[in-house]
């Protein structure tokens, strides 16, 4: 019955990741990775590392493998980042049921832990909306830190050396998908620590666990995950310390290090944090006063519980992950707001906070049902709690969801309808001209259009050419033809419309879209449509007489 439940959830979560992951959010700078894996896909080449140095190559790999797997499609990067989000529902149920068997041993109340935490991240807004669609290589960061600290857990309660160098190249691969996670290592450090001191105490060196030598593995296998970034850094000259200096400056502003700054971003950090286990799912800087709301105060309330809970019982690996990420990501990084994108950088707490919020709820049932009087009610209404919290997620996630579907620059539609207009409207041989003025049309975390188009192009072998068309005109159509594929910014279609007569191609996003697909003509040229156009009805109608 568990495995058809986790079955039953998994599903639940790719349909909800699948819905519309194209559209909502708006493409970042996610497509300078994913090109690295379609060339990778078509040249064979394999790259040691991603588009930052300090980054492996691994996204760039599994992105190749999706394009081999379902062909030219632009969606391929999107899809690794669904399937991994998806599969971080395995560990987050995996983690939750193995501290509750820390608590309560084997038995049904565990399984009913390890179900709702899975549950709970499957219908989660900001993991479905930034972990499980943006086409990042850290997207891939949580399934391996939430499988890593099952790993790690499962071997401190078996005491399985095996276990625990599993847990060391599981962690390996993690900072392979990015370097945010080795903000879990002082912590993983740490709750070792803790425990081999209170064991040296009571039996001396016999009762010293990890051993050494299970130490040494653990540790070698991670480094052999990640050789790839070392060998790398080693023949650039240290470039993944260069650039994450620069990055450290970019995120930190100009006074990182004083007290007072990492007080406030500390701060910051915790009411992102806070935000995001109550499933708050926005593009735009929440407000203070949302940490107010039923939602995010009951959500918090139950993580904390549950952390005070395993950390009494002598779990420590929960609590010292936490306060490491904390911690040393706001030492990093001041940009952790808005939730979308920028909950990656601490993505991690997500799927653990949603795993401590379910022991908490089992811990609560475990004394509901010790009640004499009303006991079945108090089971049910403690069950009712996370119920109501997923409820109140898929409202929000909905929300969310329907008002960028409200205004054309915040989805992805008229982007996807250009490409298909594109491919609809002649061959991949005849050149389309882009305007040079789509570099300024942004979309979302350093995401350009032009940058996206030039990836779809890519992708479908389109042939085309950026053309700066305030300063020159437009070459000549395929074969001397007076017909040119034109795609411009919604800024520039005033000023073009000036000079050339503009018909829209079929399937064009029309008017309020940030960008725009023509068929050019200089004033006074017959419309002289191609092969492909004269076989299927013109949208509109035929100009004649040059008119």
């Known amino acids: 019955m568990e495995a058809v439940a986790i079955c039953l959830l998994l599903g639940l979560g790719a349909a909800l990741r699948a819905d519309d992951f194209m559209v909502v959010p708006?493409?970042?700078?996610?497509?300078?990775?994913?090109?690295?894996?379609?060339?990778?896909?078509?040249?064979?080449?394999?790259?040691?590392?991603?588009?930052?140095?300090?980054?492996?190559?691994?996204?760039?790999?599994?992105?190749?493998?999706?394009?081999?797997?379902?062909?030219?499609?632009?969606?391929?990067?999107?899809?690794?980042?669904l399937l991994a989000g998806t599969l971080t529902i395995l560990?987050?149920?995996?983690?939750?049921?193995?501290?509750?068997?820390?608590?309560?041993?084997?038995?049904?109340?565990?399984?009913?832990?390890?179900?709702?935490?899975?549950?709970?991240?499957?219908?989660?807004?900001?993991?479905?909306?930034?972990?499980?669609?943006?086409?990042?290589?850290?997207?891939?960061?949580?399934?391996?830190?939430?499988?890593?600290?099952?790993?790690?857990?499962?071997?401190?309660?078996?005491?399985?050396?095996?276990?625990?160098?599993?847990?060391?190249?599981?962690?390996?691969?993690?900072?392979?998908?990015?370097?945010?996670?080795?903000?879990?290592?002082?912590?993983?450090?740490?709750?070792?620590l803790l425990p081999m001191l209170a064991g040296l105490r009571r039996g001396g060196w016999s009762a010293f666990w990890?051993?050494?030598?299970?130490?040494?593995?653990?540790?070698?296998?991670?480094?052999?995950?990640?050789?790839?970034?070392?060998?790398?850094?080693?023949?650039?000259?240290?470039?993944?310390?260069?650039?994450?200096?620069?990055?450290?400056?970019?995120?930190?502003?100009?006074?990182?290090?004083?007290?007072?700054?990492?007080?406030?971003?500390?701060?910051?950090?915790?009411?992102?944090?806070?935000?995001?286990?109550?499933s708050q799912t926005s593009e735009d800087e929440s407000p203070v006063a949302l940490l107010g709301s039923p939602?995010?105060?009951?959500?918090?309330?139950?993580?904390?519980?549950?952390?005070?809970?395993?950390?009494?019982?002598?779990?420590?690996?929960?609590?010292?992950?936490?306060?490491?990420?904390?911690?040393?990501?706001?030492?990093?990084?001041?940009?952790?707001?808005?939730?979308?994108?920028?909950?990656?950088?601490?993505?991690?707490?997500?799927?653990?906070?949603?795993?401590?919020?379910?022991?908490?709820v089992g811990w609560l049932h475990a004394h509901a049902a010790g009640w004499r009087r009303a006991s079945y009610a108090a089971q049910l209404a403690v069950v009712l709690v996370p119920l109501t919290l997923g409820a109140g997620s898929l409202v929000g996630y909905n929300e969310y969801k329907a008002e960028r579907l409200t205004r054309p620059e915040k989805n992805n539609t008229a982007y996807l309808a250009v490409l298909r207009a594109v491919a609809v409207s002649g061959s991949a041989r005849e050149r389309v001209?882009?305007?040079?003025?789509?570099?300024?049309?942004?979309?979302?975390?350093?995401?350009?259009?032009?940058?996206?188009?030039?990836y779809g192009f890519l992708v479908a072998r389109q042939e085309y050419e950026v053309v700066a068309l305030s300063q020159t005109r437009l070459p000549v159509g395929e074969r001397g033809s007076a017909s040119r594929r034109l795609i411009l910014s919604a800024e520039s279609v005033p000023a073009m419309a000036q000079q050339y007569r503009l018909v829209p191609l079929r399937g064009d996003p029309g008017e309020g879209a940030p960008i725009r697909a023509f068929r050019a003509f200089t004033p006074g040229e017959a419309f002289i449509s191609t092969p492909a156009e004269r076989a299927r009805?013109?949208?509109t109608p035929r100009p004649r007489n040059g008119r």
């Not at 996204?59 to 632009?74: C, D, N, R």
């Open 433 to 454: 001209y882009l305007d040079d003025q789509l570099v300024t049309v942004l979309t979302m975390s350093g995401g350009r259009m032009l940058t996206h188009l030039r």
């Open 295 to 360: 939602q995010v105060l009951v959500a918090v309330g139950l993580a904390l519980v549950g952390l005070w809970l395993v950390t009494r019982r002598g779990l420590w690996l929960p609590v010292c992950v936490v306060v490491s990420v904390l911690l040393f990501v706001s030492l990093l990084n001041s940009r952790i707001e808005p939730i979308v994108p920028r909950v990656r950088h601490y993505a991690t707490l997500v799927p653990l906070g949603m795993a401590l919020m379910a022991v908490a």
């Open 210 to 278: 990890p051993r050494p030598w299970t130490l040494i593995v653990a540790a070698g296998g991670a480094v052999l995950m990640i050789l790839n970034i070392l060998a790398y850094n080693l023949t650039v000259q240290s470039a993944s310390v260069g650039r994450t200096e620069l990055r450290i400056g970019r995120y930190v502003g100009a006074d990182p290090w004083s007290l007072d700054s990492w007080g406030g971003r500390l701060l910051a950090l915790l009411k992102a944090s806070a935000l995001a286990l109550g």
């Open 537 to 539: 009805p013109s949208p």
């Open 26 to 81: 708006r493409l970042t700078d996610e497509t300078q990775e994913v090109m690295l894996g379609l060339r990778l896909a078509r040249e064979g080449i394999v790259p040691l590392v991603g588009v930052q140095p300090y980054t492996g190559g691994l996204f760039s790999g599994l992105v190749g493998l999706m394009f081999l797997a379902v062909g030219p499609k632009i969606e391929a990067g999107r899809l690794v980042a």
């Open 91 to 192: 560990p987050t149920w995996l983690l939750a049921r193995e501290l509750a068997m820390s608590v309560w041993g084997a038995g049904w109340r565990s399984s009913f832990v390890g179900l709702l935490a899975g549950l709970l991240l499957a219908v989660s807004g900001p993991h479905i909306v930034t972990s499980s669609r943006i086409a990042y290589s850290n997207s891939l960061t949580p399934l391996f830190t939430m499988t890593g600290l099952w790993l790690v857990q499962r071997s401190l309660r078996r005491r399985s050396a095996l276990t625990f160098i599993e847990g060391g190249v599981t962690f390996g691969l993690a900072i392979q998908t990015h370097v945010s996670a080795l903000t879990l290592g002082p912590g993983i450090a740490v709750a070792l």
